[in-house]
């Protein structure tokens, strides 16, 4: 899918592929946004890896996401946080990389109401997802590797939205079990998947990635 390059923030979801810069608190945010199938289909942002690590919106985990919830109706976003690709600032310890989300749902909503309706993230990201989906209209959270022991998992309240995590078995970044053993202290319950075999990176998996998403969710 080609993208193209707008010079100016559109006014609206653009109608295709399209890079483009919205304002942040902290300058420039660098956004994609890719068309799911029809005119007004809810939108799911993606968040990317942690930004001193090399996390970005091109992250191959960040890119088959949204090519699956594309696959499943979702209009997608993704865009880079402060100080990482062309997006302005620099890291603010996760404070900052929240504030830079709810710039872009707010982007989202002020272009069509009530279209951000699904939250997803990877490893750093999906924190910094999750702490945002408290709110409203949000109706699925998505956590792929979640790092709960670097980050705060355990104190977020729940969101009330269903809540799908994914978790490979041989992650050599997140452990493992400590994912499995915070997934059962959530209630109500997450949807927790262990994929035997996949490490952080879900190198060579990244097609099981997908057709778990497709097993796992519900259309848009």
């Known amino acids: 899918m080609a993208i193209e390059l707008l010079q100016q923030t559109p006014n609206g979801l653009p109608g295709s592929a399209a890079r483009f810069f919205i304002d942040g608190p902290a300058g ?22 942690h930004p001193l690590h090399g996390g970005s919106m091109q992250n191959k985990v960040v890119t088959i996401v949204a090519r699956a919830l594309r696959e499943l109706g979702w209009h997608t976003l993704r865009f880079n946080f402060r100080g990482v690709g062309e997006s302005q600032g620099s890291f603010d310890d996760g404070v900052g990389e929240l504030e830079d989300l709810h710039s872009v749902m707010a982007w989202a909503q002020s272009c069509q109401a009530d ?8 490893s750093f990201g999906s924190y910094i997802a999750a702490q945002a989906a408290q709110a409203p209209g949000i109706r699925q959270l998505i956590s792929i590797a ?3 022991e670097r980050c705060g998992f355990a104190a977020l309240e729940r969101p009330a939205c269903p809540w799908l995590v994914v978790q490979g078995d041989a992650d050599d970044v997140v452990t493992p079990q400590a994912v499995f053993d915070w997934a059962a202290t959530v209630t109500p319950a997450v949807d927790l998947h262990r994929m035997a075999g996949a490490g952080h990176f879900f190198h060579r998996r990244l097609m099981d990635l997908r057709n778990l998403l ?3 969710l519900d259309p848009a």
Do not use: K, M, Q, Y
């Open 146 to 148: 979640p790092p709960v």
């Open 214 to 216: 497709h097993g796992a």
């Open 28 to 49: 420039r945010l660098e956004t994609v946004f890719e068309p799911g199938e029809g005119d007004r289909r809810p939108c799911a942002v993606i968040c990317h890896p």
């Open 115 to 122: 279209s951000v309706n699904c939250l997803a993230g990877f």
